[in-house]
């Protein structure tokens, strides 16, 4: 068992057990409390890779994790080694963690890790965009209107971008992003990273909105967006230019204000500039 207390984050396997890598299985084992998103998952796990978890196992999700994380910071500070297991990928990476290490840090304790898989990193991997920039968005916001607010925003981000979503949700979210970013704009949707029905769909977000809603993909799914064309603002274009890009995020759903924004953002133009030509 330890003898000096510390938090460790451990990258479990997206889906394939074969993935876990031998500092897991030491860590697990040797471990005084393991603290897992879903304790029969890991328990599962951990029998498929034959190991034995020696220590305390206490569930840690989102339900819990401010009632709990004062107990595994407490065990950490009394000299125990707590590791933290979420269902797959990198603990705090939308995952609970974020809170355990932010008060491990706060209560002085060191914190470290033991690297795993990432769906963020797999699916850019995989999806055939952009890699050399990106930025993680998260999940989007559950109500359509936060949704396509929050799509607006970004419509002008250069960078290829990387979200998550939930299998009820990934039809909507591709058509809010068709009405936002253009339906042309080239999208990938990665779904079971690692597992036995892994698939990565590529194409426009057209294409892929129409898909989804045809085929209601299932299973853990991460969508991969190219980032905007680096074209510079639209400083000569005429009216007729501006007007049928707004037109065009209307066309395919989006309410006119959020096709302003998504269009004054990403030609970098004043919203009021791009509102008063659309008024008609």
Known sequence: MASNGRIVLVGAPLGNPGDASTRLRETLAGADVVAAEDTRRLTRLARELGVRIGGRLVSYFEGNEERRTPELVEAARG????????????????????????????????????????????????????CDRFCFEG?????????RARFAALA???????????????????????????????????????KTYEQVRRGTLGQLAEWAAQERPKGEITLVVAGAPESGPLVDADEETV???????VAHGASHRDAVAAVAQQHGLSRRQVYELTLD
């Not at 949700?169 to 999208?187: E, K, M, N, S, T």
């Not at 007007?243 to 995020?249: I, L, P, Q």
Request: hydrophobic share 45%; with cysteine.
């Open 139 to 147: 999940f989007p916001p559950r109500r359509a209107a936060g949704r």
């Open 156 to 194: 002008g981000e250069p960078r290829t971008l990387v979200f998550f979503e939930a299998t009820h949700r990934v039809a909507a979210a591709l058509a809010d992003l068709a009405a936002a970013f253009g339906a042309d704009r080239p999208a990938a949707v990665c779904r079971e990273l690692t």
């Open 79 to 130: 000299g125990e080694l707590v590791a933290l297991v979420t269902d797959g990928g990198m603990p705090s990476v939308s995952d609970p963690g974020y809170r355990l290490v932010n008060a491990a840090h706060e209560a002085g304790l060191e914190v470290s890790a033991v690297p795993g898989p990432s769906a963020v990193t797999t699916a850019l991997a995989v999806s055939g965009l952009p």
């Open 243 to 249: 007007k049928a890009a707004v037109s065009e995020r």
